[in-house]
Structures are given as C-alpha cells and as structure tokens.
C-alpha cells in the first residue's frame, strides 16, 4: 500500500507531505484547491510522462517521492528482488524533474529508467479518472480479471504449457523439414567434410603440444649452446666448477666443527647444496642429450600445422576446436540420415500435442463464456446502483482464427459497455464520458476486486455527475471495496466523503504574492466542519454542521 506521498516545487506546490492509511481515504477541497495535484504527482513518480512547464515557477526541479510497503506484494518484491532494487519491506520511488527538461528516476535509491518506475508502478497503483488509460483500457488486463473472477487462472496456466509444447515441437519439425529440402547435397557435403577432418584426426590439445614442439625445434642450437655453458660452470670445467668449489668448501668448514659445533648446520647446508648442483648436472646432461635437431622433424612439425590451420580457416574455427567440430558434424550426419524417420516421429508429436492444446483451450473458452455472462450480469446491476440506469455491459468472447492461437487460448476478450438505454455496447476504449467511465470502472472493480493484484486503487472524481442517492451508492462501493484494498478518492460530494476512514483535505494558501497548495488530514470536527462546507457551499450554518455530524455518525451503518 501507498504510506506516504511528499511533493516539491510542482506546479503550485511548494512542498507537501502527505501520509495515507489502509482503506478509503478522500481528498476534498474547493475547485482549484489542487486536489488533482496529487494524483499528477503519483502519476509521475510512477513513470508518466513529464515536462520542465510542470516545475514551480523560480523553482530549479520538481521533486516526487512516494513509499509503498511491500511486505504482502509478492509480485512486486519478485519483480525488486530480480532487477537487484529490494529493500526490507519498503520500497521507496522518487523522480526529479529538472526545469532544463532532464528527468531523472529512482527506485530504493538506486537510479533507474524511467520506464522502469512505469513497470513497478502498474504493480502497485492504479488510477482511474476522467482520462481513463490505465489498466481497464488494455485487453491483457481485461482477459486476466476475468480469469480471475471465474477462477480460470490455473486452467489458463495449464493451456500455456500446452501452447509451448505445441509450439517448441512445430519448430523443430519446421527446422527439419526445411532442412529436408536440400538433405542430399547437405549429406554429401558432410560426407566429405568429415573424410577430410577424419584423415587430419587432430587430438585435443594437438595444436598447443605442436606449437611448443615447434618453437623447441627451431631453436635447439641456442638450447644446446646454453646447456653446454651451464654444464661447464657446475660441473664439466676442469679448472673451476661450482660442485669443486662446494666441495672444498664444506670440508674447509667440516674441519672446523671440532672448534665450534655452530657451524654443523652450515657444513649441512653445504652438503645439500652440492646434491642439488649434482642433479641439476645429470638433469642438463640428459636434457642435452635428448635434444632434437633433425631438420626432417621439424618440417613434419610445420607442415601438421600448416594443414590443421588450413583446415580450420576453411570451417571458420580456431584449430583447437577441430576436434569438436568433428563431433558436430557427425551428429548432425547422423540426423539428417534420419530425418525421414525422425520427421514421421515429429508430425505425430505435433499432431498429439496440437490436440492437447485445443482440448484445453476450449474448455478454458468455455469456462470463460460461462464466467462472462456471471460478470456480465453482476457489473451491470452494480451500474445501475452508481447512476447508469439501463446500462450495460457486456464482456465480448470471439473465437480466434487457428493460426493465431496463443498462449492464454483461442478467445478475443474485450469489455464493452453501453452507458445509455437503447445504444449497443461498445469497446470500452470508446467510452466518451468521462464520469460515466470512472463509474463503470468502478462497478468493475468492486465485482473482480478479488481479481486484481494491484493493492491500490485512485479514483479522480468517479462522482462527477451524479449527486443524492447515487452519490451515496457510489461512496459505498467506494468503502466496499475499501475493505480489500487501499482506495484514494477525489471527491466533491459529502455523501462520499463521510465514508471515508481518513480524510484529507486540499486547501489554496495566498499570501498576496504567491499560491500554495496546502494539505491537512483532518480529525472528527474537522471533518464536520469540511463535510458541512461541502454541504452549505459558503455560507456554513448551524444546521449544516449538525447535518455532517448526522452524516459521520452513520457511517458504521451505511458501511454494515
């Protein structure tokens, strides 16, 4: 749910701070107070689209934050903790606007793309008001609160698995009969492909032992040199060697033990030293004698690699796959010889698989239908209730042509109304009125309330136009609905307003200079006094308060 809502240097804001409570809550105010300002401000810092006209005048940026507690949103923790945004059981969203334009998005602290506020946002608040283009706008929504509302969420789930298996084995026997029509030369090409690599039969690692046998070969003169020297000063040079001259060392020292024990350890240290020269000899010596300088192996050396790096060239790969590619190329011999039967095994593969699909799309459709005339009935009674007498409407299942099944079935779904007596329903995107749209989405709402995930709901004057018993009626779906989710509601009619659990009030401050909006969230006779403004207009009499007070005290059984 939304907790709490702060705006800065936003049009007539100066800087507001707003905290909101589970249930309804109202904003009230008189007409230019600014009360849609809070819901152009959610609507920004949840990702629509701004510009530097909506910074406060004198003012360098427009800032919007709101925190949401997340704890019982399982999709929106999901969606923060795989986009690496999760915090505890907040999230916090703020958004900067600059008055160069620049625009700048947060979530959790953490700088973000502004159309990323937009996808969050859609799990945590939707908006309805005179402009409707929020969720009840698009069919996806539509087709998913239906869904729920039948509870069809796990036949659907199962109708997509269907639908990917389907799918995943017509590719393959698209891929294979594709691959069919040229089978023979692509076998003949493979054939001799894989002579070629076979005849080379390079070994894994082949290439790296050749390269270093190569640099060996061609440099074995300076190895032998080298050796050689190495060999004369440790041990070979009869005039001074290192093993003599640690020879005579260690019994120089050895005879001077019987003087001094000290230095036994120095006389050891000696002797292991002239073990290691001896090795170290023996190791050169043999070395040396293993050193290869046949000019014929070198040549062989250099024409294997020649030959693994042409061949590699040729199938655009380094020589040190060569070994892979030749297994891939053999399982892919080995397919297309049979393709045929592998291609009969797939066809009826596709031909069950097809068949599961549409016994589960089609009675997932059928479920729908029955669903759908239940919805029907149940938002149009609840029309009639919110001052559309005679209205209808009406959820449109039409079957889908075969080829353009998809995953969540073979069903066109579109929510139409029709507002007035004697006029056929039309796509709920055409509605023209806006009031009588924020009513039917209303209606919509409190039947599939338990269909839709988002936790809370705006409302921006669903009211307008109606007034009296309607007014009432509309406040109490409001309420009712209320009960089962967080609702803000900005509202004009004390009817609806003394439904509310919180009351917040929007007010114009002036100081002759400048306008600043203001806002207050009122206590009891506050709201008796706001509900009696709203009931008197300017003039505010004794009667009219008593008349709000009347109005609070049957809240509870209004609501019962």
């Known amino acids: 749910m939304l907790v709490n809502l702060q705006i800065r240097d936003f049009a007539i804001v100066d800087r507001i701070a707003a905290e909101f409570d589970p249930g309804m809550t109202v904003l ?94 859609e799990l945590l608040i939707d908006i309805h008001g005179q402009q409707f283009h929020q969720s009840l706008g698009r069919r996806a929504v539509q087709r998913d609160l239906l869904d729920h509302y039948g509870g069809l969420i796990e036949k659907r789930e199962q109708t997509a698995s269907a639908f990917v298996q389907w799918k995943s084995l017509l590719e393959r026997l698209d891929a294979l009969q594709l691959a069919d ?58 005039a001074a060697n290192v093993a003599s001259l640690l020879a005579g060392a260690e019994r120089s020292v050895e005879s001077l033990v019987e003087y001094d024990n000290e230095l036994k350890p120095v006389v050891e240290l000696l002797d292991s030293a002239s073990i290691q020269v001896a090795e170290a000899s023996d190791t050169l010596r043999r070395y040396g004698d293993a050193i290869d300088m046949d000019p014929q192996r070198q040549n062989q050396v250099e024409e294997r690699l020649d030959s693994m790096q042409s061949i590699s060239r040729k199938h655009r790969v380094t020589p040190q796959e060569l070994p892979d590619l030749v297994e891939r190329l053999r399982h892919e011999h080995d397919e297309l010889n049979h393709a045929e039967e592998r291609g009969r095994e797939l066809q009826q593969e596709v031909v069950v698989a097809a068949r599961i699909y549409r016994d589960h799309a089609g009675e997932l459709s059928r479920q729908r239908k029955h669903a759908a005339e239940d919805f029907s009935g149940a938002v149009s009674g609840t029309m009639a209730g919110l001052g559309m007498p005679g209205g209808v409407f009406r959820v449109k299942i039409s079957l889908l042509p075969d080829t353009a099944a998809r995953a969540t079935g073979i069903d066109d779904i579109e929510f139409q109304i029709s507002a007035n007596p004697g006029q056929p329903p039309m796509p709920l995107s055409r509605v023209a009125s806006g009031g009588e749209l924020s009513r039917m989405s209303l209606a919509i709402q409190v039947v599939a309330s338990d269909g839709s995930s988002i936790p809370t709901m705006v409302f921006d004057e669903v009211d307008s136009g109606v007034g009296g018993g309607v007014a009432e009626m509309v406040g109490r779906r409001l309420a009712e609905l209320g009960n089962k989710r967080q609702v803000l509601c900005v509202t004009h009619l004390p009817q609806v307003a003394s439904l509310a659990g919180q009351h917040i009030r929007i007010s114009k401050v002036t100081d002759g200079k400048a306008t600043r909006t203001g806002i207050h969230t009122l206590n009891q006779d506050e709201r008796i006094d706001e509900l009696a403004r709203m009931l008197g207009g300017v003039e505010i009499t004794n009667k009219t308060r008593e008349h709000a007070a009347e109005m609070l005290a049957g809240v509870p059984k209004k609501r019962a």
Request: a negative charge.
């Open 28 to 121: 009230t105010g008189e007409t230019g107070a600014g009360k849609s300002i809070l819901i152009d401000a959610l609507g920004l810092v949840l990702g629509e689209r701004g510009s530097n006209k909506l910074v406060r005048s004198g003012a360098k940026r427009a800032e919007f934050s709101a925190e949401f507690d997340v704890t019982a949103l399982p999709d929106a923790r999901t969606w923060l903790q795989d986009q690496a945004l999760d915090e505890d059981e907040q999230c916090l969203l703020r958004r900067v606007i600059n008055a160069d334009g620049r625009s700048r998005a947060f979530i959790n602290g953490n700088a973000v793309p502004v159309q990323q506020l937009k996808v969050l946002g």
């Open 181 to 238: 029509a040229d089978r023979a030369s692509r076998i003949d090409l493979l054939t001799f492909q894989l002579q070629e690599l076979e005849t080379l039969d390079a070994r894994p690692g082949e290439m790296d032992e050749l390269q270093a046998e190569r640099q060996k070969l061609a440099n074995s003169g300076r190895l032998v040199e080298g050796v050689t020297t190495a060999l004369a000063g440790l041990s070979d040079d009869d």
